[in-house]
């Protein structure tokens, strides 16, 4: 597994990003204010804004919406590992929320390239997917996805 691709994030094209390639990247501390800041606009339910409705939900205490940490998990992602040559994403599949997230967790993501192919109608670009995976400080999984995104190719 490497910290990055062979070229600068600004610069990456498609050629860039190999086929079974791997990277990490982060960590992101998770603030127990930014859990009750993001929940209380996007996702304002007792187990991610009231502490104490919380400690006797089904968690055990405060988790992050799985919202906020597909937010963290993307800031890592746009940060380190795509660059001005994406040109959009398709979409995602397989979301899933493994665990909970909790004040005091530390992020990383794990990136690796399951599929690179340029595009027969547009050579211009081409698709890669990743399999991503979000992980805390006690190496557990707690979301992953399988994303999708449209890459320029070097010019010619």
């Not at 979409?91 to 899933?96: A, C, K, N, W």
Request: charged share 25%; net charge neutral.
């Amino acid at each position: 597994m490497t910290r990055d691709p062979p070229s600068p994030a600004a610069i990456r094209y498609f050629e860039d990003y190999p086929l079974d390639s791997a990277y990490e990247y982060g960590p992101v501390g998770v603030t127990e204010a930014e859990i009750i800041a993001f929940a209380r606009q996007f996702d304002p339910q007792p187990i991610h804004i009231d502490r104490e409705a919380a400690a006797s939900g089904p968690f055990g205490g405060l988790i992050a919406s799985g919202w906020h940490t597909a937010g963290l998990m993307m800031r890592l992602l746009a940060t380190h590992f795509l660059s001005s040559t994406s040109i959009a994403s398709p979409g995602i599949d397989e979301l899933r929320w493994r665990a909970p997230v909790r004040p005091g967790d530390q992020l990383r993501i794990r990136v690796r390239i399951t599929e690179a192919e340029r595009s027969r109608s547009k050579p211009d670009r081409g698709m890669i997917r990743s399999a991503i995976e979000v992980i805390n400080q006690h190496d557990t999984v707690v979301m992953s996805l399988s994303a999708m995104n449209l890459i320029r190719c070097r010019p010619s």
